[in-house]
């Protein structure tokens, strides 16, 4: 078990992102106000010089291109919007510069800088595309709130904030039972670790604080259920992972609190479903043809490894959050080391 944040940190972190909206709204407001502001001055063309902030040689930088790059910086606030739009408006003066420069040497035709602008075109489109489909999915009823915050104790109402110390040990199988052995009567995890230095065998720790949503959903209910001092041990291919609940304390979530996480949440696991849906709709109504060696052990052909679905919780967790979407393309094997969620990220779908 992985002392890190995972996708079920997002469930509440989801919360503030709800909040934000209308502070980027009074922010692209008070940026809008400023830089028109500064353009008024007369001319022949008031309306458009309204939209220019700057001309470098005969191209224009708009206002519109400002606020989109405001748009994208968190946790900026409205009273910084003159400051920021200004320093942006620098920064887009020089990559307006450099763009120039690169037409002049024809860099925009080198075959790598086409690919990439295809390949950024394609991800935007289908990222477009599932935020589309997103704007459909309804919002969960409060009997579906409630619901989930019952079903959902360790997280909510018996929510625990844990301190915790994670040995990833390295053993080959006729060393685990001895392990095994010696952490049943080991008086602390100092005096485990120190057997296992005195036997050679070779570990890593690190220690944490991790509230409940911060923990793999998987392993939450077994950690909900330990109690100060005990531990829980996982087998892993190289060896074993032993992880100690130094500590806990009690700090509860309750649902009037949790209800907008949980709403944004729920909105989310349903736009993942959807977006699953329509992507296999749309891959049995297309004509998919594999070539060449990509033809050998392609989906429906015999011998064909089964694609699993590409969601991000485990065990009894919802089943996609706010950033998860299954591939459209068949899912590649563990073996190939890659990350099939990452994949899917860096394609739009996620």
Known sequence: MKLKTTQQQELLATSKSSHSAPRLAALVAAVATVVLLAACGGGDKPEKALQTAAKVNKEEITVHQINFVLQRQQG???????????????????????????????????????????????????????????????????????????????????????????????ATPEQVPVIREKLQSAKSMAEFAEFLKASNIRFNGNQAVRAAEQLPLAGLDAISRMKDGDSAVTQTPTGMTVLFLVGSRSQPVDEARAKPAIEAFLGNQRKSEQV?????????????????????????????????????????APAATANTAPAPAPVAPAASGLDASAISKGMGLK
Request: net charge neutral; proline share 4%.
């Open 276 to 316: 699953q849906k329509d992507i296999k709709a749309l891959r049995e109504a297309a004509k998919i043809e594999y070539v060449g060696k990509f033809k050998e052990g392609a989906p429906g052909t015999a011998g064909a490894a089964s694609a699993p679905a590409a969601t991000a919780a485990t065990g009894d």
């Open 76 to 170: 900026l606030k409205p009273e910084q919007a003159e400051a920021a739009s200004k320093q942006v408006l620098e920064r887009l003066i020089e990559q307006e510069l450099a763009v120039q420069k690169g037409q002049e040497l024809k860099i925009d035709r080198d075959p790598k800088v086409v690919q990439q602008i295809e390949a950024a075109k394609r991800e935007i489109i289908a990222r477009a595309y599932v935020e589309r489909i997103g704007e459909s999915i309804s919002k969960p009823t409060a009997e579906e709130v409630s619901k989930y915050y019952n079903e959902k104790p360790a997280l909510f109402k018996e929510r625990r904030i844990f301190s915790l110390q994670e040995l990833a040990i390295e």
